[in-house]
């Protein structure tokens, strides 16, 4: 990753140290899931040379062992805690380079193979379903509430070679609600509801998945809508450093087995897939935001269904309830 820096400042210093941070947690934290994933389905794990030169960069990439700052940020993520740790035990170990990697893989392995790694993993993983439920819930409600409903999905980025994108991925936040605003605005009745999830990636830095619900019955065209809101937030939102992608976009929904955007009218098995593809990848974990974004509290926010509303979606669920009893009791 490369930036057009002119000026230096204490605070830019900072924010630099903490990406460069980040960016070895993510690394430690994809390595330890993937083991963990691994070992839970009792395959078979060899150091291959992939697996190889990631450990060594995990290494060679160490911001520093004794930093304050740096272990302080890394044990608040149980992932890159375990990797630090069984980082720290392989370089007392060995101190043969060729042997290195292999040393640090099987104690990774049995750091991430304890109880107290298994342990966390599940508590994350039941507020990862919990997460992904009530979003899936949440949409399900609203197809429940609307003959039709349309899905239009963004993600929301900031240019990553620019410099003041770093400073501007602080309000990512406030940038999205600004956004929710706009559309809000520009649909008005027509809009829904909303789902939204702060994320951190090497390629796109600090990002959001955001997604829209719209009435699908007095809409049309979602790819234009999604290129609309995109347009907004490039030009308007974050000028200069907004960058967006429209997942609306046909070519893109051809990667998936079940369609979870666009418009949406029948609550079938291929509505309930999509759906719950769509809620579990949204929710997925990501330590990273907060230790990136300061003061970030939830990486995770959705709308709420309006009291009206809910009384208006129960009383169709009875109405389902009943038909689906009918049609099971009917005689052959």
């Given amino acids: 990753m490369t930036f057009e820096i002119e000026k230096s400042s204490l605070e830019l210093e900072t924010l630099l140290y903490e990406l460069q941070i980040a960016s070895w947690v993510k690394l430690a934290d994809e390595i330890a899931r993937r083991i963990y994933s691994s070992l839970q389905l009792s395959l078979k794990l060899r150091l291959s040379r992939k697996l190889s030169v990631l450990l060594q960069a995990l290494d060679r990439e160490l911001p520093s062992s004794v930093d304050g700052f740096f272990k302080e940020t890394i044990g608040k993520v149980y992932t890159s805690q375990t990797v630090f740790n069984a980082l720290l035990e392989s370089r007392v170990e060995c101190k043969c380079e060729a042997k290195f990697a292999r040393v640090f893989f099987y104690n990774l392995m049995k750091r991430i193979g304890s109880k107290g790694f298994h342990n966390a993993y599940q508590e994350e993983d039941k507020i990862h379903k919990r997460r992904a439920e009530s979003l899936y819930g949440y949409i399900s409600d609203l197809k429940i509430a609307h003959s039709k409903i349309m899905i239009v999905r963004l993600d929301l980025y900031y240019h990553q070679e620019l410099i003041q994108s770093i400073r501007s991925q602080q309000n990512v936040v406030a940038d999205w609600s600004r956004l929710l605003a706009f559309a809000r605005k520009i649909y008005k009745g027509n809009f829904l509801g909303y789902a939204m999830k702060v994320e951190f990636g090497n390629d796109r830095g600090v990002h959001v998945h955001s997604i829209f619900i719209m009435n699908g019955s007095n809409l049309e065209r979602d790819v234009k809508i999604a290129r609309s809101l995109g347009h907004h937030w490039v030009k308007n939102v974050v000028p200069g450093i907004g960058r967006y992608f429209n997942c609306n976009e046909k070519q893109h929904q051809k990667k998936y087995k079940w369609r979870s955007v666009g418009d949406l009218v029948k609550m079938d098995e291929d509505f309930q897939n999509g759906i719950k593809a769509m809620s579990a990848y949204v929710t997925k974990p990501?330590?990273?935001?907060?230790?990136?974004?300061?003061?970030?509290?939830?990486?995770?926010?959705?709308?709420?269904?309006?009291?009206?509303?809910?009384?208006?979606?129960?009383?169709r669920k009875e109405v389902l309830k009943a038909s689906s009893e009918d049609a099971v009791s009917v005689p052959v």
């Fill in 286 to 315: 990501d330590p990273l935001p907060r230790l990136v974004v300061h003061g970030l509290k939830r990486t995770f926010r959705k709308g709420e269904i309006n009291s009206k509303k809910k009384a208006r979606v129960m009383r």
